[in-house]
T-cell receptor, first 115, second 114 residues
């Protein structure tokens, strides 16, 4: 049963600490997305990768956020330093883009609380 | 700002009734998708409709797309309590590099009363 796996599921950290969220996309998928969900802003696209290359990270605060794909089986989203306003659920999704069609498969999310 | 806006924001119906949710978007798209999210969970893909399609069915789901009005609707027929969830539309469009990205709407919270 192929699925996107995110770790950790929950993270509570103090302001100023570094946070790293990990995502294992579905094997064979060539696109990975990072989204952030809050009550106020809804689902926001932070960044996405195609074949491990970053294509668009315009939705991500560059001063503290960074996203990478060190290999095809791992995507990471890092926040350093974290702030209370970063508290949200962070979703990773993967998909296979072909012929203009795709669907994104979402992980269960990482619920981040920064105190 | 987000691409899509769903309405209504919240909908409460009785089991067995039909539920209709609407999505409006701002720019040209290639595809539009609908997702469901149960409380505290990730999003589950429901259905994809291409920009050259006007209607699509999947089980109890019916999706329409009107590209001239930049809007789509999701109809759930004979609703069940298990359909209680938030429903999101997501639009994708190709960027200048020939890639696509998904932008989600604000969601409709559906509650089906048994």
């Amino acid at each position: 049963d192929a699925r996107v796996t995110q770790t950790p599921r929950h993270k509570v950290t103090e302001m100023g600490q570094e946070v790293t969220m990990r995502c294992q996309p579905i094997l064979g998928h060539n696109t990975v997305f990072w989204y952030r969900q809050t009550m106020m802003q809804g689902l926001e696209l932070l960044a996405y990768f195609r074949n491990r290359a970053p294509l668009d990270d315009s939705g991500m605060p560059k001063d503290r956020f960074s996203a990478e794909m060190p290999d095809a089986t791992l995507a990471t989203l890092k926040i350093q330093p974290s702030e209370p306003r970063d508290s949200a659920v962070y979703f990773c999704a993967s998909g296979l883009a072909k012929q203009g069609r795709t669907e994104a498969f979402f992980g269960q999310g990482t619920r981040l609380t920064v105190v | 700002s987000q691409q899509g806006e769903e309405d209504p924001q919240a909908l409460s119906i009785q089991e067995g009734e039909n539920a209709t949710m609407n999505c409006s978007y701002k720019t040209s798209i290639n595809n539009l998708q609908w997702y469901r999210q149960n409380s505290g969970r990730g999003l589950v893909h429901l259905i994809l409709i291409r920009s050259n399609e006007r209607e699509k069915h999947s089980g109890r789901l019916r999706v329409t797309l009107d590209t001239s009005k930049k809007s789509s609707s999701l109809l759930i027929t004979a609703s069940r309590a298990a359909d209680t969830a938030s429903y999101f539309c997501a639009t994708d469009s190709f960027g200048t590099s020939g890639t696509y990205k998904y932008i989600f709407g604000t969601g409709t919270r559906l509650k089906v009363l048994a």
